[in-house]
Nanobody
Framework: QLQLVESGGGLVQPGGSLRLSCAAS????????MGWYRQAPGKQRELVAA??????DDANSVKVRFTISRDNAKNTVYLQQNSLKPEDTAIYYC??????????WGQGTQVTVSS
């Protein structure tokens, strides 16, 4: 099973940028659909963006501002976050789904957007 470790979160001012990284190990990374989810206090976890092969999908709330990408040679998936807003504040989780349906989650990284 895949093991996932996120990094890159932190405190940023509104309008700023962050790049989240998710390093994977333990399985064939390129065969997995990868996604970024987030969970704000008091809210349900929601899908932010996903990537499978050359196909990507983004939530309406982050379209244009966030970009998901992957580097299979480095077993890493990224989430570039631009024009951050206070409502983007959340714990961001990396997710992987294998071709057999096995799901893996990272431990999460905190993103706080505040002046």
């Amino acid at each position: 099973q895949l093991q996932l470790v996120e990094s890159g979160g932190g405190l940023v001012q509104p309008g700023g940028s962050l790049r989240l990284s998710c390093a994977a190990s333990g399985s064939i990374f390129s065969c997995h659909t990868m996604g970024w989810y987030r969970q704000a206090p008091g809210k349900q976890r929601e899908l932010v963006a996903a990537i499978s092969g050359g196909y990507t999908d983004d939530a309406n709330s982050v379209k244009v501002r966030f970009t998901i990408s992957r580097d299979n040679a480095k077993n890493t998936v990224y989430l570039q976050q631009n024009s951050l807003k206070p409502e983007d504040t959340a714990i961001y989780y990396c997710n992987a789904v294998s071709v057999t349906g096995t799901v893996a989650w990272g431990q999460g990284t905190q993103v706080t957007v505040s002046s």
